[in-house]
């Protein structure tokens, strides 16, 4: 599979420099954190070209700049890696597959389809299909028996959040999955040896991204947003045009 830079189509991407892959790839990104926050989208076509740990590291950096409940920091990031622990993340992304096909009526679609369901679908399907390729993260927090689910949750999303963010500033890839959700949760917490007191609150994906992807297409806040006081026959604030999703 080539990354269809341009002089590369010689060379195996996999055998590429890792440093000069991140390089060039970072060469005009978005720095404006408008940009980068409207255009973070999830991506699940990659190259096969490598991505290095200083490039994680940066990911990782922008994680744990992230607030958490009494600043506690209870957070541990697993990069996984090796190819044993790869083929555990694989099987658990086909165990996701699974159950997701039927969550969100997906089949593969056939070559000549290319509407924007299809193309979806299909990237999906590559995506969980190559599953155990890709290089990811797991986010645990610690379980504190006197916080509730969302609010231990509270303390480790916004480091995935930020995780993703930073990934997106370099030009890198990122997706989160579900795949711990499936019935890979015990698979994934054995490869790595996590003790039971800690939560696998999350996973993400990354690489360098293959094709093209648009800004994010969000619903309008009109539509999300009550001033003062809950429910749909409450006149909300009129957003102005432009603060709509880019994708819109
Ligand atoms: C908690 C969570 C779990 C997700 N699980 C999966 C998954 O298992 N497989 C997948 O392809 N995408 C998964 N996604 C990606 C979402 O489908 C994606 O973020 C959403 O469709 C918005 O995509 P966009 O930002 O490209 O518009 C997950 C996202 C989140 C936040």
Same mark, same amino acid.
């Given at each position: 599979?080539?990354? !269809?830079?341009?002089?590369?189509?010689?060379?195996?991407?996999?055998?590429?420099?890792?440093?000069?892959?991140?390089?060039?790839?970072?060469?005009?990104?978005?720095?404006?954190? #408008?940009?980068?926050? %409207?255009?973070?989208?999830?991506?699940?076509?990659?190259?096969?070209?490598?991505?290095?740990?200083?490039?994680?590291?940066?990911?990782?950096?922008?994680? &744990? #700049?992230?607030?958490?409940?009494?600043?506690?920091?209870?957070?541990?990031?697993?990069?996984?890696?090796?190819?044993?622990?790869?083929? *555990?993340?694989?099987?658990?992304?086909?165990?996701?597959? @699974? *159950?997701?096909?039927?969550?969100?009526?997906?089949?593969?679609?056939?070559?000549?389809?290319?509407?924007?369901?299809?193309?979806?679908?299909?990237?999906?399907?590559?995506?969980?299909?190559?599953?155990?390729?890709?290089?990811?993260?797991?986010?645990?927090?610690?379980?504190?028996? %006197?916080? %509730?689910?969302?609010?231990? !949750?509270? %303390?480790?999303?916004?480091?995935?959040?930020? /995780?993703?963010?930073?990934?997106?500033?370099? !030009?890198?890839?990122?997706?989160? &999955?579900?795949?711990?959700?499936?019935?890979?949760?015990?698979?994934?917490?054995?490869?790595?040896?996590?003790?039971?007191? #800690?939560?696998?609150?999350?996973? *993400?994906?990354?690489?360098?991204?293959?094709?093209?992807?648009?800004?994010?297409?969000?619903?309008?806040?009109?539509?999300? *947003?009550? &001033?003062?006081? #809950? !429910? @749909?026959?409450?006149? &909300?604030?009129? /957003?102005?045009?432009?603060?709509?999703?880019?994708? @819109?």
């Amino acid at each position: 599979m080539s990354a !269809g830079g341009p002089g590369q189509s010689d060379r195996d991407p996999a055998d590429r420099d890792p440093a000069e892959v991140a390089a060039e790839r970072a060469a005009g990104q978005p720095t404006d954190v #408008w940009e980068v926050l %409207s255009s973070a989208r999830a991506i699940r076509r990659f190259s096969d070209e490598p991505v290095s740990d200083e490039v994680i590291q940066r990911c990782l950096q922008a994680a &744990t #700049w992230a607030p958490s409940g009494g600043n506690f920091q209870a957070w541990r990031f697993v990069i996984l890696r090796s190819p044993e622990v790869r083929a *555990v993340v694989g099987k658990a992304a086909a165990m996701a597959l @699974d *159950v997701i096909e039927g969550v969100y009526k997906m089949r593969r679609p056939e070559p000549h389809e290319n509407d924007r369901k299809a193309r979806s679908d299909r990237a999906t399907y590559e995506f969980h299909d190559r599953g155990g390729e890709f290089t990811s993260v797991l986010f645990a927090t610690e379980n504190f028996p %006197s916080a %509730s689910d969302l609010l231990l !949750g509270g %303390s480790i999303f916004p480091a995935m959040q930020n /995780f993703l963010l930073a990934a997106r500033a370099q !030009g890198l890839g990122a997706c989160p &999955t579900s795949w711990a959700s499936y019935g890979g949760e015990p698979l994934l917490r054995e490869a790595v040896g996590m003790p039971d007191n #800690w939560l696998l609150a999350g996973h *993400v994906v990354v690489g360098w991204p293959r094709g093209r992807h648009g800004p994010v297409r969000r619903r309008p806040l009109s539509e999300v *947003v009550y &001033t003062d006081r #809950w !429910g @749909d026959d409450v006149p &909300t604030y009129k /957003f102005k045009k432009e603060q709509a999703s880019p994708g @819109d």
